[in-house]
């Protein structure tokens, strides 16, 4: 079963607001909008909406995305397993990178029972 979130870049801003993806959710893919400032993509996480972290893979490395303007990108849900809240940032977190307006995109998940 997928679950698709809308999750909005706020003009001026380089990090999503909340998407809240939920326990038995991981995140398998984003469809980016046509209007994109270049940039890749990096995520923070939430167990309870108050505390964040960077996501980062074993190594310790925060997992970074590569963006295409207009286009879906699917991506290794094993990653986004853990992340029950989501917030994207376009950059990373030492190079954020603005937008000039709103940029919603949608965050697509599919039903991971094996938590």
């Known amino acids: 079963m997928l679950n698709q979130l809308s999750c909005v870049i ?29 940039a890749d993509i990096t995520f923070q996480i939430s167990f309870d909406k108050v505390n964040w972290k960077e996501l980062r893979d074993d190594s310790g490395t925060a997992i970074q995305k590569t963006v295409t303007a207009g286009q879906y990108r699917e991506y290794d849900s ?9 917030k994207i940032r376009s950059g990373t977190v030492d190079t954020p990178v603005t937008h000039g307006a709103d940029r919603t995109f949608s965050v697509v998940c599919r039903r991971y029972l094996a938590r």
Do not use: R
């Not at 003009?11 to 270049?38: H, K």
């Not at 094993?78 to 989501?86: Q, T």
């Open 10 to 38: 706020s003009s001026g801003q380089s990090l999503s607001g909340v998407c809240g993806i939920g326990a038995e959710y991981s995140l398998i893919g984003i469809d980016f909008p046509a209007a994109w400032t270049a």
């Open 78 to 86: 094993s990653e986004f397993k853990s992340a029950i809240y989501l």
